[in-house]
């Protein structure tokens, strides 16, 4: 079975893109066979990999014109990558979720190796993209700031799926914080808070995770903690 793990939220600069390559590189490391989507149309995921403009991207793959074998970037840190370009916007213009699902479905049963997990990076926006990724989602991490707008998506990712298995991760040591405490009473926090750490960004600089290039920070054993708990290891 492959799980699939959304991470989500329609406020912006939250960490999700950070969130999702971290989870992919330690999903990596714990031997998990991860595929690493980027659905948000800027492609930042995809850029932060040293891509742009790939030919293929997560749209061919969606629209069923091209299998993981032709999408599929194979990366430094082991994962499988399926980039985005701004041509993601076609998603928004001519949505087909149901048509997506059984796509993106028989791209996964036809990789050339079994997938164990697929960790989506969603857009900050409440888009069609966004609703497909949550609606596909076995478990929805919605990474979070202490910022009223960071709640408010939040919360709107929760209205989208109330039923999803939901979990949250806080970028901020203080879980004890009056946003985070407001936060609680709507949905579960992850028992690890992510510290805000320079390594982060001095790892982005090299087209890499904090993960692969400060392997022992609190940083980086945050996140491997997170997503040890995420795959219910
Ligand atoms: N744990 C962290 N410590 C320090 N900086 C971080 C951390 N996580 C993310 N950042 C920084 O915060 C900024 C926003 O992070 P990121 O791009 O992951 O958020 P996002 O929610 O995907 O943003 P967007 O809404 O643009 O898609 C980036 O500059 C990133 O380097
Ligand atoms: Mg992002």
Known sequence: MT???????????????TTARAIATSAVEYGQRTLLVDLDERATLTFLHGVENPRHTVVDVLNGRSGLGTAGLSTAERYMFLPATSRNSVLERNPEPESWQKNFRKAISEAEFPIDLVVLDLPSSISQATAWGLSVADSVVVPFLDSLSAIRGAIQVK???????????????????????????????????????????????????????????????????????????
């Open 3 to 17: 799980q699939i793990i959304s991470i989500a939220n329609p406020a912006g600069g939250t960490g999700k893109t």
């Open 159 to 233: 209205n989208m799926h109330p039923e999803k298995n939901q979990a949250l991760a806080i970028m901020q040591k203080d879980l004890a914080s009056a946003f985070a405490n407001e936060l609680a009473h709507e949905m579960p926090l992850l028992d690890t808070a992510i510290p805000k750490a320079a390594q982060v960004g001095a790892s982005e600089l090299k087209k890499q995770s904090a993960l692969s290039s400060a392997k022992e920070a609190p940083v980086s054993q945050a996140y491997r903690e997170m997503t040890y708990f995420l795959l219910g290891l």
